[in-house]
């Protein structure tokens, strides 16, 4: 299969890899997929006290278009609130990188792992989590 | 020196034509271009006597009889022929056939089919080293067991199976012993009357030869072995196989043969060589890597490695110049991992981890060299984008950790 020019570019250059230390309070940690379906994602964010997130960070196991989808969602959600980050849709990632068919799943599994670290962050500072976090997502 | 890129390294898939074998077939296009079946004038003649030639020399090579060799179009057609052809023809003697879980597809999918239609398939597993437990087989012949299907040499890991021992306990108790040998003759020796084989499959373009020609070898002797022939028409090949000979084919698979025979001895020596070489400097440098497959009963232009926490598309793209295979799910068109790695008892991890290298008579030192310190560079930088390295380094034990299906 031929990759799209940015999911190539998103591979050689990944931005935002790495780890943010997963017990502090302004961090959140969503670790999605697993090692036998042959993906796992590691999201993280970091929010400031007016809900802004200021930086983040991944680690994936996964195919080139899985490194890309997540590389691209760290770059997207720095700036927008806890809020706003969960309006990212996983047919946005799709879009910009041009992902075939077989390869949406990887983006779907960006998508969960945005949801799983805002989960993570809302619910370690004590604060409401909508409903669409606690709906359980199956794909 | 300078390598030239891209680096051909999927030998198990096909190989390059050997351009001794292009000039043979050449004549054979344009001046000498008969039907092998024309009775009646020279150019029939000289493409029959073409056609014997190569049969001649293909009988040799795994010491058999010129009448034995049955030309097709590959090995899938040569695997069809022969387990439907059992099924049908030995249908009032019985209904099991005995295989196993790592063959190619086209020794597969006719079992399943055959399954399907009311066979007994036993599909027996392979152990850790992916060769068969010869006392399985045993135990599972019957009365009503009329083939044994076991391949040769496994096309993802290499493994050579015990066809001497398969064919021995085949011969004991009466049975048709088929076996797929695409990826040894011409790299290994076959020879049928020792290994008591009945039926053995194989195609052009693996052994340097052209696309679009293979062999089935039927015994005629000591059993004579009668297969169902799955086209009917002209009556070719001694009413096996229908169909005008592909006499370009066959006369490039005659020589392409005749060179594998020739080069055997060395080719095997300089690619074992070159193959150990590229397995030191792997496993040495990279930390959590693991060969699959017995390294004892192995192809020697063969190896396939697992490197832990990295996908293998992901290091694929990493070493784009390089041709090679992965058995990850995200390279196939199932999504599904290969088989053949999860049947080794793998968890599917280390099978979506790995990697298929398949050297040729046409790769070098510096070749090996050049994909060996790729390899080592790109599953370094993977592995720092890894969530399960990092996991493995805090000591977390990836097995026991509940994930989060999808």
Same mark, same amino acid.
């Given at each position: 299969?031929?990759?799209?020019?940015?999911?190539?570019?998103?591979?050689?250059?990944?931005?935002?890899?790495?780890?943010?230390?997963?017990?502090?309070?302004?961090?959140?940690?969503?670790?999605?997929?697993?090692?036998?379906?042959?993906?796992?994602?590691?999201?993280?964010?970091?929010?400031?006290?007016?809900?802004?997130?200021?930086?983040?960070?991944?680690?994936?196991?996964?195919?080139?278009?899985?490194?890309?989808?997540?590389?691209?969602?760290?770059?997207?959600?720095?700036?927008?609130?806890?809020?706003?980050?969960?309006?990212?849709?996983?047919?946005?990632?799709?879009?910009?990188?041009?992902?075939?068919?077989?390869?949406?799943?990887?983006?779907?599994?960006?998508?969960?792992?945005?949801?799983?670290?805002?989960?993570?962050?809302?619910?370690?500072?004590?604060?409401?989590?909508?409903?669409?976090?606690?709906?359980?997502?199956?794909? | 020196?300078?390598?030239?890129?891209?680096?051909?390294?999927?030998?198990?898939?096909?190989?390059?034509?050997?351009?001794?074998?292009?000039?043979?077939?050449?004549?054979?296009?344009?001046?000498?271009?008969?039907?092998?079946?024309?009775?009646?004038?020279?150019?029939?003649?000289?493409?029959?006597?073409?056609?014997?030639?190569?049969?001649?020399?293909?009988?040799?090579?795994?010491?058999?009889?010129?009448?034995?060799?049955?030309?097709?179009?590959?090995?899938?057609?040569?695997?069809?022929?022969?387990?439907?052809? /059992?099924?049908?023809?030995? +249908? !009032? %003697? &019985?209904?099991?056939?005995? $295989?196993?879980? @790592?063959?190619?597809?086209?020794? *597969?999918?006719?079992?399943?089919?055959?399954?399907?239609?009311?066979?007994?398939?036993?599909?027996?597993?392979?152990?850790?080293?992916?060769?068969?437990?010869?006392?399985?087989?045993?135990?599972?012949?019957?009365?009503?067991?009329?083939?044994?299907?076991?391949?040769?040499?496994?096309?993802?890991?290499?493994?050579?199976?015990?066809?001497?021992? /398969?064919?021995?306990?085949? +011969? !004991? %108790? &009466?049975?048709?012993?088929? $076996?797929?040998? @695409?990826?040894?003759?011409?790299? *290994?020796?076959?020879?049928?009357?020792?290994?008591?084989?009945?039926?053995?499959?194989?195609?052009?373009?693996?052994?340097?030869?052209?696309?679009?020609?293979?062999?089935?070898?039927?015994?005629?002797?000591?059993?004579?072995?009668?297969?169902?022939?799955?086209?009917?028409?002209?009556?070719?090949?001694?009413?096996?196989?229908?169909?005008?000979?592909?006499?370009?084919?066959?006369?490039?698979? &005659?020589?392409?043969?005749?060179?594998?025979?020739?080069?055997?001895?060395?080719?095997?020596?300089?690619?074992?060589?070159?193959?150990?070489?590229?397995?030191?400097?792997?496993?040495?440098?990279?930390?959590?890597?693991?060969?699959?497959?017995?390294?004892?009963?192995?192809?020697?232009?063969?190896?396939?490695?697992?490197?832990?926490?990295?996908?293998?598309?992901?290091?694929?793209?990493?070493?784009?110049?390089?041709?090679?295979?992965?058995?990850?799910?995200?390279?196939?068109?199932?999504?599904?991992?290969?088989?053949?790695?999860?049947?080794?008892?793998?968890?599917?991890?280390?099978?979506?981890?790995?990697?298929?290298?398949?050297?040729?008579?046409?790769?070098?030192?510096?070749?090996?060299?050049?994909?060996?310190?790729?390899?080592?560079?790109?599953?370094?930088?993977?592995?720092?984008?890894?969530?399960?390295?990092?996991?493995?380094?805090?000591?977390?034990?990836?097995?026991?950790?509940?994930?989060?299906?999808?």
């Amino acid at each position: 299969m031929a990759y799209s020019d940015k999911i190539l570019e998103h591979y050689n250059n990944p931005r935002n890899v790495g780890s943010f230390d997963k017990t502090a309070p302004e961090v959140g940690t969503g670790l999605v997929g697993a090692p036998e379906c042959g993906d796992v994602m590691k999201l993280q964010i970091q929010v400031n006290n007016e809900g802004v997130i200021t930086d983040a960070k991944f680690k994936t196991f996964g195919c080139g278009s899985a490194i890309a989808s997540s590389s691209l969602a760290t770059e997207w959600l720095k700036g927008r609130t806890v809020d706003q980050a969960l309006e990212l849709k996983n047919t946005a990632i799709v879009e910009e990188l041009n992902l075939p068919p077989i390869k949406i799943h990887c983006s779907v599994l960006a998508e969960d792992a945005i949801k799983a670290a805002v989960k993570d962050y809302l619910e370690k500072n004590n604060k409401e989590v909508p409903e669409v976090l606690t709906a359980g997502h199956h794909h | 020196m300078a390598v030239k890129t891209p680096i051909y390294m999927d030998n198990h898939a096909t190989t390059p034509t050997d351009p001794r074998v292009v000039e043979a077939m050449l004549p054979y296009f344009t001046e000498v271009f008969g039907n092998a079946a024309s009775r009646n004038h020279s150019f029939g003649w000289q493409a029959e006597e073409a056609v014997e030639n190569a049969r001649a020399t293909i009988a040799k090579a795994i010491n058999a009889d010129s009448k034995e060799i049955v030309f097709t179009s590959g090995a899938t057609e040569s695997n069809n022929l022969a387990i439907k052809g /059992i099924a049908e023809m030995y +249908a !009032e %003697k &019985g209904n099991h056939i005995i $295989t196993c879980v @790592t063959e190619h597809k086209a020794v *597969i999918d006719p079992c399943k089919k055959l399954e399907r239609q009311g066979f007994d398939v036993t599909w027996l597993p392979v152990l850790p080293s992916g060769l068969i437990d010869l006392d399985a087989l045993r135990a599972a012949i019957t009365d009503k067991t009329i083939l044994i299907t076991i391949m040769h040499g496994n096309n993802e890991i290499g493994v050579i199976q015990p066809v001497d021992e /398969i064919g021995a306990i085949a +011969a !004991e %108790k &009466g049975i048709v012993f088929h $076996t797929d040998a @695409t990826q040894t003759v011409g790299k *290994i020796p076959v020879d049928v009357k020792k290994s008591n084989i009945h039926l053995l499959s194989f195609s052009g373009h693996k052994l340097y030869g052209p696309k679009g020609v293979g062999v089935l070898y039927v015994r005629r002797r000591k059993p004579r072995v009668r297969v169902t022939p799955i086209l009917d028409g002209g009556g070719h090949e001694r009413g096996m196989r229908s169909g005008t000979l592909n006499v370009t084919g066959i006369v490039g698979l &005659g020589k392409a043969v005749e060179l594998c025979i020739q080069e055997m001895e060395s080719d095997t020596k300089r690619l074992s060589g070159l193959r150990d070489h590229l397995r030191k400097r792997l496993l040495e440098s990279i930390p959590e890597s693991y060969e699959n497959g017995d390294p004892n009963h192995k192809l020697p232009h063969s190896l396939n490695i697992s490197f832990s926490f990295v996908e293998g598309e992901s290091l694929l793209m990493g070493i784009a110049e390089v041709a090679v295979s992965s058995g990850s799910a995200c390279t196939s068109a199932s999504l599904e991992p290969s088989y053949v790695l999860k049947s080794l008892g793998l968890g599917d991890e280390l099978a979506h981890s790995s990697i298929r290298f398949g050297l040729g008579r046409f790769t070098t030192k510096e070749e090996v060299d050049y994909v060996a310190d790729k390899l080592i560079s790109v599953v370094e930088k993977l592995r720092e984008m890894s969530p399960l390295y990092e996991m493995h380094n805090e000591g977390i034990d990836l097995s026991k950790v509940e994930w989060a299906h999808h």
